[in-house]
């Protein structure tokens, strides 16, 4: 299916690469891939109150490959329930003192899905992993 430009040309749409828990990496972008939520905790937040206040909540999410923390926001929350199946579209890694977060901004896109027919590998969380970040001085 192609989509039309300004200038009249059309672009073809390109199928998503799925990519699995395993490969991601500190500060990679563009992930798309299925994963089993297997648990979801709101995180408690200080500061604004009301209709501006963000909900945001730590979903530990994962594939036949591993696992990662998923922070989710706002309307995302009532998507990443325990036990769903989720296909995660655009999704960038952030990092947070010193270890990785998957996460999905406006130009990402989560979707419940068909339940998955494969085991979580809970053994291999990269969100465990502690990063260092090294300055290379160039000689």
């Known amino acids: 299916m192609a989509t039309p430009q300004p200038n009249g040309a059309a672009t073809a749409k390109r199928k998503p690469v799925f990519t699995k828990v395993e490969l991601l990496k500190p500060e990679s972008f563009g992930h798309t891939l299925t994963a089993k939520v297997l648990s979801s905790n709101p995180v ?30 706002n309307e995302q929350v009532d998507l990443m329930k325990a036990g769903n199946t989720v296909i995660i579209r655009n999704a960038k890694i952030d990092m947070f003192k010193g270890s990785m977060r998957l996460a999905v901004d406006k130009w990402g ?30 000689k």
């Not at 899905?113 to 290379?136: C, G, I, M, Q, R």
Request: with cysteine; net charge negative.
């Open 44 to 73: 408690p937040h200080k500061g604004s109150v009301g209709a501006r206040a963000t909900k945001i909540a730590e979903c530990l999410i994962g594939d036949e490959t591993g696992c990662i923390l998923f922070t989710a926001r």
């Open 109 to 138: 896109r989560i979707e419940v899905t068909e339940p998955a027919n494969f085991t979580v590998k809970e053994d291999n969380n990269l969100s465990l992993v502690e990063y260092e970040l090294v300055n290379v001085a160039e």
